[in-house]
């Protein structure tokens, strides 16, 4: 087994240690680890650049996507910043950045409680099941620059968000299916803008 899986297995022993106290995935997911969470925030390797230095996640939750993908970011000089607002969530994303030696910064508040200087500029901001797309825009935009995209985790619910985020937002997106949940896709958004009230 490579670093990388070997890093993953770390990360799945700590997860079943930590979830009876932490409650860090839904439990039916636990016994699907790699598929449910694993695979489904390694899909979004490919949407990387090699370029792409610094990674913002918003609602880290148990650290997906985030933690896997600066698991297999080693090596890349990748940093990773982590947002989550729960104190026992970030204890556990920061026990787990720790002991992997993973690129990796946890800011212990919810999104729309940081200045965005706090951070570098993102290259890339991934969320996944955080909120809807009207929402997620909305914490989105104080991090967003002209060369952030923003990879995003949606399920089926993603055409009737794109709508409503479209009567108040401005912006680019490509739509790619998911390759591990049916009718979920992955969104990459650029050129984030709000229009202006008229
Ligand atoms: C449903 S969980 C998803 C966690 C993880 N992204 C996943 O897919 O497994 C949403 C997480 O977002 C966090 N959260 C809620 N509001 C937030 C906000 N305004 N900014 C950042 N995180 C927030 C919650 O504490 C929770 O851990």
């Known amino acids: 087994m490579d670093e ?44 990387f650049k090699p370029a792409d230095r610094s990674i913002l996640d918003l609602g880290s939750g148990g650290g997906f996507p985030a933690l896997p993908l600066a698991i297999a970011s080693k090596g890349f000089d990748r940093h990773f910043i982590l947002v989550e607002p729960t104190t026992r969530k970030v204890s556990f994303l920061r026990t787990v950045a720790r002991e992997l030696d993973l690129d990796v910064n946890v ?65 680019d997106v490509v739509i790619n299916k998911s390759d591990t949940d049916p009718g979920g896709v992955i969104l990459t958004i650029t050129n984030l803008k709000r229009k202006s009230a008229s």
């Open 107 to 171: 800011i212990g508040r919810r999104s729309d409680q940081i200045d965005s200087r706090e951070t570098p500029v993102p290259d890339v901001i991934t969320s996944r099941a955080l909120a809807a797309l009207p929402q997620l825009c909305a914490w989105m935009e104080p991090f967003f620059s002209e060369k952030t995209r923003a990879v995003l985790h949606k399920g089926r619910e993603h055409v009737d968000e794109l709508q409503e985020t479209s009567a108040l937002w401005y912006f």
């Open 4 to 47: 990388v899986g070997r890093d993953l297995e770390s990360y799945s022993a700590l997860l079943r240690k930590w979830q009876p106290v932490q409650n860090l995935v839904s439990r039916e997911t636990l016994s699907a680890i790699w598929e449910r969470h694993f695979a489904d925030s390694l899909q979004l390797v490919r949407h």
